[in-house]
């Protein structure tokens, strides 16, 4: 069964800061996502990660995936409050019980203070 | 457009009350999902529909009934909750079940008195 751990839970920033957040699950996965979710709303798909050593970016976030350490990381470049919300990543299982299934980590709940 | 819409927003119901939550999308896609999220907690898959067909169940208790009346829509039929079954309802979509990225839609905030 596919299990996706995130660290921290909780992220604290400062404006301009860089930071990043850790993704790492148990066995393998086809693919590896990250989301974003506003208090009180619904899922926006950040990233698909399918590869191993694959890298995107959009803004001021940047996801890549090692497959081979089965992690994947979120970086956040000079942080601007616009970015304060919780972050998922999820995991599709590649078989067994988990598979074709998002296994989401626990989230972080990132905070940008000015 | 990647678009999903659910219906209602919010919904207050007793125990003994029977309900429906309504999702649809058309952007052709042919997985469709339903997924429980509690507060300050991940969302955990329930349903899966694929090509219309239920494909997978989490052995999610039976007062909750999914139903697939077309390719584009998706409905939970809620009978007898429990306060325990309060939660935000996410319905979500892809364009094929394995591997396809999931666009959620906004979800429909249950309350269960």
């Known amino acids: 069964e596919l299990k996706v751990e995130q660290n921290p839970l909780f992220l604290s920033m400062q404006e301009g800061k860089n930071y990043t957040i850790y993704c790492n699950y148990s066995t393998t996965s086809d693919r590896l996502y990250w989301y974003r979710q506003d208090p009180g709303k619904s899922l926006e798909s950040l990233f698909v990660?399918?590869?191993?050593?694959a890298v995107k970016q959009e803004g001021r976030l940047m996801a890549s995936l090692d497959t081979k350490a089965r992690l994947s990381t979120l970086h956040i470049t000079a942080a601007v409050h616009d970015l304060s919300a919780t972050y998922f990543c999820a995991g599709l299982g590649a078989g067994g019980t988990s598979y074709g299934k998002l296994t989401f980590g626990q989230g972080t709940i990132l905070t940008v203070h000015p | 457009d990647t678009e999903v819409t659910q219906t209602p927003k919010h919904l207050v119901m007793g125990m003994t009350n029977k309900k429906s939550l309504k999702c649809e999308q058309h952007?052709?896609?042919?997985?469709m999902y339903w997924y429980k999220q509690k507060a300050k907690k991940p969302p955990e898959l329930m349903f899966v529909?694929?090509?219309?067909?239920?494909?997978i169940n989490e052995s999610v208790p039976s007062r909750f009934s999914p139903e697939c009346p077309n390719s584009s829509l998706l409905n939970l039929h809620l009978h007898a909750l429990q306060p325990e079954d309060s939660a935000l309802y996410l319905c979500a979509s892809s364009q094929d079940r394995v591997g396809e990225t999931q666009y959620f839609g906004p979800g429909t905030r249950l309350l269960v008195l």
């Open positions: 952007m052709g896609h042919r997985a």
């Open positions: 529909y694929s090509y219309e067909k239920l494909s």
């Open positions: 990660l399918l590869s191993n050593g």
